[in-house]
């Protein structure tokens, strides 16, 4: 027969379950997200960008709900320890996802002028940036449902090749640009959608980190590399900053 500890243990890990759901769901959506803003400009499809960028919205919801989840938690069940650390690194990841699916809407934002100007070359590339950070953004919360250090730990070292991508990208967009004035324009947007899409990479990682924390206990205490070089001295006149708006 079940005690009244076993009946409070077992509801506790029901909420707990339910949050991670929760936030794997949010976490596929801004995905999709960012493959859908990659689709809309291949095609060159501007009203199918501002849909994308309206369902920035749900993504949106999804975080106040999760953060109103957690704060419920911490009220009605005053976690400890082990439980405290799940609870706390919902709330993180929650909010990395967010940021994962406003920079998605970005790009979204991003294919609108562009689908009115010629076509370029380079956008082409951009889709290799984007399955890289969704592959390492899936894989990343799969370790988190899961629990599993090691998966976080991959997605976390190897986020080095999606900057030495991105730094190869940016390079190919300036040279576009020296080539012939008329493509500064269009290789511009180029550059923050991609620097939109490593900082995905970069919050990825943070959830990598998130996920460490919440089953050892201990923080990931190497020094991550990092390979964008975009911000080298040769380069920094012409690196765009992060694109943030949202």
């Not at 707990?16 to 936030?23: A, C, D, N, S």
């Not at 609870?87 to 790009?107: C, K, T």
């Not at 020094?223 to 943030?244: E, I």
């Amino acid at each position: 027969m079940n005690t009244g500890k076993d009946h409070i243990i077992k509801s506790y890990d029901a909420e707990l379950g339910r949050l991670t759901g929760e936030i794997v769901r949010m976490g596929e959506l801004s995905v999709t997200q960012l493959e859908a803003a990659i689709d809309v400009l291949e095609r060159r499809d501007e009203r199918a960008a501002q849909h994308v960028v309206a369902n920035d919205e749900a993504i949106d919801q999804l975080e106040q709900a999760i953060s109103h989840d957690v704060v419920r938690l911490l009220a009605l069940r005053a976690p400890m320890a082990g439980d405290l650390r799940n609870v706390f690194a919902a709330l993180r990841i929650a909010s990395d996802i967010e940021r994962i699916g406003d920079y998605a809407a970005n790009v979204a934002k991003r294919s609108i002028p562009l689908s009115m100007a010629p076509p370029v070359a380079p956008t082409r590339g951009l889709r290799h940036l984007a399955e890289m950070a969704a592959t390492a953004t899936r894989d990343v919360l799969a370790a988190y449902r899961d629990g599993n250090v090691e998966s976080a730990h991959r997605v976390w070292k190897n986020d080095v090749v999606l900057d030495d991508a991105y730094t190869g990208y940016f390079r190919e967009l300036l040279t576009y640009m020296m080539e012939d004035p008329r493509n500064i324009t269009p290789c511009t947007h180029l550059l923050f959608m991609a620097k939109n899409i490593e900082r995905i990479g970069d919050h990825a990682t943070n959830i990598a980190e998130n996920t460490w924390f919440q089953v050892t206990g201990e923080t990931l205490d190497s020094q991550r590399s990092k390979r964008d070089f975009t911000a080298s001295p040769q380069l920094d006149r012409l690196g765009p900053p992060a694109d943030n708006n949202n």
